[in-house]
């Protein structure tokens, strides 16, 4: 994979096309050796590790990317955008979801007025990062539902006692849901234990199942601390979850991509946006940065 590159495409908020690309250049270093470049003395470091520039054109109106980002009945004035794609060498990434996250959107995410929009990945990337393992069409045959729109249900509110919510799930699966999730608010809390209520959860689905010829799905919340991820995944699946759910945005995009690639667990995974709002909502949510 020598010298392999992958590409991000950022959408820059600037005056000129002279300063949107001293914007692009800034992502370039920062996003990489993060380091005064003129001091660089490296000819590897200066051509090869620093984030290149391939391309900066003006935003037209009928761009792709006109509107990402952008919050409902708002219209920007494309004249004010461009659009970079900077390509990075693939070492830079570790090969990891975590260091690879760092470089599309690492310090520059600190910055106003820069938008990632596009990523292409490369053929080593690919091997890496290879997606859902299942995705849509596997889910449908998984809980048997071909056409129609799939049904998601919930158990909730938080503070119900575990026997309710398994008492939800056998209701839920009755009526006809093709998954069960727990709410991502409720976790490991003395009134809803986690072992306790997984269990519960996962024999009430397959009884109803089985009972009622049905193949609905029930995901364990497995959102926690450190490797309590990997440890209460792993107890779902024992006890009979047959999906996952998972918030990236509070336990970190490495132990989603863990899950993922886990060849014990090999189960479906929700991805839920708890704590993900203020990094695709500028301007309308976020945490103050002293917080």
Known sequence: MKDERFIVTYRIEASSYEEAKAIAWAVQVEQTIEFPYEFVTDPYIKGTVTGRLESLEPMGADSTYANVGVMPNVTINPSHYYVARISYLVDTTALEATQFLNVVFGNSSLQPHIWVV??????????????????????????????RPMIQAVVKPMGTPNEELARMCGAYT???????????????????QYKDRVKRCAAMVQEMNAAHGTHTLYAANVSGDG?????????????????????????????????????????????????????????????????
């Open 118 to 147: 596009d990523i292409e990945l490369c053929p080593t990337l690919y091997d890496v990062f290879k997606g859902p393992r299942f995705g849509l069409q596997g889910l449908r045959q998984l809980v048997e539902t071909p056409t």
């Open 174 to 192: 009755r009526g006809g849901a093709d998954v069960i999730k727990d709410d991502h608010g409720i976790s490991n809390q003395s009134f809803s």
């Open 227 to 291: 490797t309590d991820v990997l440890e209460r995944a792993y107890f779902a699946k024992e006890v009979g979850a047959t999906a996952l759910m998972v918030a990236a945005g509070l336990v970190g995009f490495g132990w989603l991509h863990k899950l993922a690639t886990d060849e014990k667990l090999r189960l479906p995974i929700i991805h839920h946006p708890a704590y993900s709002g203020g990094f695709v909502s500028p301007g309308t949510s976020g945490i103050a940065d002293y917080l």
